[in-house]
């Protein structure tokens, strides 16, 4: 076991250079689509290394343009959806400072946000909207922090606001880690004491993690409420896991 984390602490060291590189050299003058085939091929060469196999559920078709919402599990989450549909990311503030991943996700376009800060909410709502409106995909995690598995906190309202200024619609997905056995899987707990170091080398050590994405049917936002968006999206996010549900 000692070996096999080694191993792939190494190959994530290699990897996260390839990243920076990238990030550095190509990213300022890519265009979108050369710059999504880079993120898709490099979160899923990462997941890879940490023993994530990324499965597309059988769902909805994927919106090219719309206002991506998903449950949130894990540190994982953002390379999971970025192996399958490249977005700009809206994420909390916390992550900016993991090490190294911090830096990459940031460089990537995230966009990062510091809660309670009313201000900085309005200022970066009106740059998804902006964002939205050149035609790309932007996605966040409505629920504002992470969940155990089977959980499906309450979606905060706020940023569904861009879809409804934006014309865009809402395109929900659900998303889960199994084992072989198709349980949940306990080593992606990222809840509570758990610091990124910790929840990294838990996944490191780990067998093969099954990180399942369910893209759900598009919310049209046109004459919509963006507390009926949240609400119509957490439901369908919440049937399609199951789940229970925690007021």
């Known amino acids: 076991m000692r070996?096999?984390?080694?191993?792939?602490?190494?190959?994530?060291?290699?990897?996260?250079?390839?990243?920076?590189?990238?990030?550095?050299?190509?990213?300022?003058?890519?265009?979108?689509?050369?710059?999504?085939?880079?993120?898709?091929?490099?979160?899923r060469r990462l997941l890879g290394i940490c023993g994530v196999r990324v499965e597309q559920a059988p769902g909805s078709p994927v919106l090219e343009h719309a206002l991506f919402v998903s449950n949130h599990i894990s540190w994982l989450?953002?390379?999971?959806?970025?192996?399958l549909y490249p977005c700009r990311f809206v994420a909390k503030a916390e992550i900016r400072a993991w090490p190294v991943l911090g830096w990459l996700v940031a460089a990537a376009g995230t966009v990062f946000i510091a809660r309670g800060n009313r201000r900085e909410l309005r200022h970066i709502f009106k740059g998804i909207v902006s964002v939205l409106a050149l035609g790309e995909r932007v996605a966040f995690f409505p629920e504002g922090t992470v969940a155990h598995q089977g959980q499906v906190l309450p979606f905060h309202a706020?940023?569904?606001e861009a879809a409804i200024d934006a014309g865009v619609a809402v395109q929900p997905c659900a998303l889960?880690?199994?084992?072989?056995?198709?349980?949940?899987?306990?080593?992606v707990d990222y809840v509570g004491e758990i610091t990124f170091v910790d929840s990294s080398l838990t996944v490191l050590r780990g067998g093969t993690i099954r990180a399942r994405l369910q893209p759900l049917a598009p919310i049209d936002a046109v004459g919509a409420h963006r507390r009926e968006l949240a609400q119509a999206?957490?439901?369908?996010?919440?049937?399609?896991?199951g789940s229970h549900v925690t007021p």
């Open 3 to 43: 070996l096999r984390l080694a191993w792939r602490l190494v190959r994530v060291f290699l990897h996260l250079l390839v990243g920076l590189a990238a990030c550095a050299f190509v990213f300022p003058w890519a265009r979108r689509g050369l710059r999504d085939g880079i993120t898709r091929r490099w979160s």
């Open 77 to 83: 989450d953002i390379f999971v959806i970025n192996s």
């Open 158 to 160: 706020n940023l569904f």
């Open 176 to 187: 889960s880690y199994l084992d072989e056995a198709g349980a949940w899987h306990p080593n």
């Open 233 to 241: 999206a957490h439901d369908a996010v919440a049937s399609a896991l």
